[in-house]
């Protein structure tokens, strides 16, 4: 039962008392009524009855959260009055309170408290904000020391602009995320923010440490569209990544940079790309051969409006998946012939280290490898297929 429950069974104890003439108004009070300690405090509670009920205190009896308590905690004070006493109290197993309740000797309820233990709010730390292409700004934080006070407490998110603002409140609180705070109105460009949290409870209050920030220095975007990936003609070992720039920024000057993961279809490790700039196509280079690969792309909207701060990354955009080519050399079948592979060995020790060389330079999106990188490829696949069609020729 809640203490919220307990309360509404109190007062319609006390309703049937005025109602029908063999009940009592106020039968029963316990004092303190509600009260908020610190954990590790002491409490001593009181049941007064009314005289006319005709109940002796000796014959009452006290329970937390359903649990009788011992009797050698009790003391009789009067006929009419029992007390109890509850030393080094843990903190209240829900916010609503824990119920310390006096009954009669039979176990009805006579009166009932509420007791909040807890802590004070300690300051609020990690205090972080962030704004969706400039229409508003979203802070985060966390809760102090062990973050858990046991009791009902408030957070409040402040702002003012730096220099001649007036203090206000952030209204637009997520009831998906805790601790999180959307300004969505009168956001001001190219002027400095001062903003804090204050957590407050009946124990105590603290705020955070204030953070200075401009929204320009802050901006993240949407990720970028339609993301598409494709084969690179019969290379088997690369993809063509192309996306479309986040619309939302279109009208904003600011220089782009952009990022690209991706991993094999049965592998969830990531191998991430950082030097794709502000282009907004790309080439894969180095992939395995007849193989499923997921790829996804994120923005980072850098220096908007002259801002020099390093950019906050948008979210990734949603995985696209494409297959590279099966390799010609494995689709052909094999052939343990020794001429076949006598004649092919020269040739692939003259070019091993040229093959390296230009493998290595074609990670990442430089167009001057990947010209060369291609031409290699198509050279090696051509002298492929035409030695397989002489071996073919000589078996005939």
């Known amino acids: 039962t809640t203490c919220a429950r307990l309360h509404i069974y109190a007062h319609r104890v006390a309703s049937w008392a005025i109602i029908f003439p063999f009940f009592l108004p106020d039968v029963a009070i316990i004092y303190p009524q509600d009260p908020v300690l610190r954990m590790g405090s002491n409490l001593t509670a009181s049941c007064w009855v009314h005289p006319d009920l005709g109940v ?55 009166a009932g408290s509420c007791l ?43 702002y003012k602009l730096r220099w001649y603002g007036t203090e206000k409140e952030c209204k637009d609180y997520s009831h998906t995320q805790p601790y999180s705070c959307s300004i969505t109105q009168d956001l001001h460009l190219f002027t400095p923010y001062e903003i804090w949290v204050e957590a407050s409870n009946q124990l105590g209050r603290a705020a955070s440490d204030v953070i200075i920030l401009d929204i320009l220095d802050v901006v993240t975007t949407d990720p970028p569209s339609s993301v598409t990936v494709s084969r690179v003609g019969q290379l088997e070992d690369q993809l063509s990544v192309r996306w479309v720039a986040p619309p939302a920024l279109k009208d904003f000057l600011f220089q782009a940079k952009y990022q690209i993961r991706y991993r094999l279809e049965d592998s969830q490790d990531w191998k991430v790309m950082d030097d794709v700039g502000n ?42 998946a494409a297959s590279t080519p099966h390799s010609e050399r494995l689709m052909s079948g094999s052939c343990d012939s020794k001429s076949s592979g006598d004649s092919n060995s020269t040739l692939r020790r003259e070019l091993k280290q040229f093959f390296g060389w230009v493998r290595k330079h074609a990670y990442g999106c430089s167009s001057m490898s990947m010209k060369l990188y291609d031409q290699w490829r198509v050279l090696m696949q051509k002298s492929q297929k035409t030695r397989n069609q002489v071996l073919q020729g000589d078996k005939s």
């Open 279 to 320: 282009q907004t196509s790309c080439r894969l280079a180095g992939l395995r051969p007849g193989t499923v690969y997921f790829v996804q792309v994120r923005c980072n909207p850098v220096g908007i409006y002259g801002s020099r701060k390093a950019g906050i990354w948008s979210e990734w955009s949603h995985p696209t």
């Open 116 to 158: 909040y233990v807890g802590l004070p709010p300690e300051k609020p730390v990690n205090l972080s904000c962030w704004s969706r292409n400039t229409k508003d700004l979203t802070c985060s934080w966390a809760p102090g020391g062990r973050g858990e006070t046991n009791i009902s407490t408030q957070y409040k998110l402040k």
């Open 56 to 110: 002796h205190a000796s014959s009452l009896f006290w329970t937390l959260n359903g649990q009788q308590l011992p009797s050698s905690l009790y003391r009789v004070l009067s006929p009419t009055n029992l007390s109890v006493t509850l030393a080094g109290l843990n903190a209240s197993r829900q916010t609503s309170g824990d119920n310390l309740v006096c009954h009669n000797h039979k176990g009805h309820i006579l």
